[in-house]
């Protein structure tokens, strides 16, 4: 069975732009949880969706958003980057919305805004 | 607050010996915890879990780790380390109240393995 898909894999940005990031999940797979690793703060949950509803959002301003497709693919999109938004974007898929599933993680997107 | 602490930042050890790596959680209810590994450019994979039950679970890789309520720990342990385990390792609690589906990160120990 393949695993998480996240494309692209290297995104280079530069400020006040906007990016949109992709993630397939594993298939019958219906939660999809983004989160963003760097080195200053570690990796913060940003947001999860499950059957296409956003169920719960981390603490990122507004410019960070994402929707989840009725395949169960996932968008996260942020506009007007900034410097601090470079980071390695991950996704993590699961089978349901119950912390009792285990989320599986892609390899990531490694966004840089310069 | 949910919170994971791990208080080492960066560990060595030589092939072949013993690896204890620390972690130490805040949460107000029972705690999902959680080992993830992860590689140079690879995404995170877990490497063992705890919900409830046994307080020591075992993982893949030889690993193991052992929940301790009075202490809010929850070590991870090897007994003989390969020079494949060097990697990065994060301890984490899921944030499940209230029908959440997160997890909380500690901020990770890097594994050095020397010959």
């Known amino acids: 069975k393949a695993g998480v898909t996240q494309t692209p894999r290297y995104l280079i940005k530069t400020r006040g732009q906007q990016v949109t990031l992709s993630c397939s999940p594993i298939s019958g797979h219906r939660s999809v949880s983004w989160y963003q690793q760097t080195p200053g703060q570690g990796l913060q949950f940003l947001f999860e969706y499950f059957s296409e509803t956003q169920r719960n959002k981390g603490n990122f301003p507004g410019r960070f958003s994402g929707r989840q497709f009725s395949n169960s693919r996932s968008e996260m999109n942020v506009s007007t980057l900034e410097l601090g938004d470079s980071a390695l974007y991950l996704c993590?898929?699961?089978?349901?919305?119950?912390?009792?599933?285990?989320?599986?993680f892609g390899p990531g997107t490694r966004l840089t805004v310069l | 607050a949910q919170s994971v602490t791990q208080p080492d930042i960066h560990i060595t050890v030589s092939e072949g010996a013993s690896l204890e790596l620390r972690c130490n959680y805040s949460y107000g209810a029972t705690p999902y915890l959680f080992w993830y590994v992860q590689s140079p450019g690879q995404g995170l994979q877990l490497l063992l879990k705890?919900?409830?039950?046994?307080?020591l679970v075992q993982g893949i890789k030889g690993f193991e780790a052992e929940f301790k309520r009075s202490q809010s720990s929850f070590n991870l342990r090897k007994p003989s380390v390969h020079w494949s385990d060097a990697a990065e390792y994060f301890c984490?609690?899921?944030?499940?109240?209230?029908?959440?589906?997160?997890?909380?990160f500690g901020t990770g120990t890097r594994l050095t393995v020397i010959p």
């Open positions: 705890y919900f409830s039950g046994d307080t």
């Open positions: 993590a898929s699961s089978l349901g919305a119950s912390g009792r599933y285990e989320q599986f």
């Open positions: 984490a609690v899921g944030n499940f109240q209230t029908g959440a589906n997160n997890l909380f």
